[in-house]
């Protein structure tokens, strides 16, 4: 295995930990991005070990952490970070689940608001109160007989 032989260049390496992310070999072990894993929340971690549980390969639970760190180059910190709050406490950690929570941060679903029915009275009865299954129990036995 060559990758001890790799570990003094990638002290080396530019002191940007998002030149790292490109090289899952480095996760571990470029000072950068051992800096960078110090200052982390600890949702960052836990979605780490969540990956590292779910996948039986961890370099394939790495290589998904690092496109999930990824998204730190395309939308701000504090909101990949939210992202990532989310969807540790959904239980939905894969790139995909990250996604899907920054997209829901980014444009959260309308709250359907109660149409204001005062200028159209008779439409107010239309669905208030809802009927009693009751009446239907009734209209039935009746039609039936």
């Known amino acids: 295995m060559r990758i001890p032989t790799l570990l003094p260049f990638l002290d080396r ?19 950068p991005l ?8 600890p949702a960052y971690e836990a979605l780490l ?6 996948h039986s390969a961890e370099n394939r639970a790495v290589r998904t952490f690092i496109q999930i760190l990824q998204l730190h180059e395309t939308y701000p910190a504090a909101l990949v970070h939210r992202a990532i709050e989310q969807a540790v406490a959904g239980q939905t950690v894969s790139l995909e689940g990250v996604r899907f929570c920054l997209n829901r941060l980014l444009d959260p679903t309308p709250v359907a ?6 200028g159209r009275p008779r439409l107010v009865p239309m669905g208030s109160p809802p009927p009693r299954l009751s009446q239907y129990d009734r ?6 007989q």
């Open 13 to 31: 390496l530019p002191s940007d930990p998002h030149t790292h992310l490109g090289l899952p070999a480095a996760f571990e072990h470029a000072q």
């Open 34 to 41: 051992r800096q960078w894993r110090e200052s982390w929340s």
């Open 113 to 118: 608001q109660p149409l204001d029915l005062a």
């Open 49 to 54: 070990a969540l990956l590292r549980q779910r």
């Open 139 to 144: 209209f039935l036995g009746e039609v039936l």
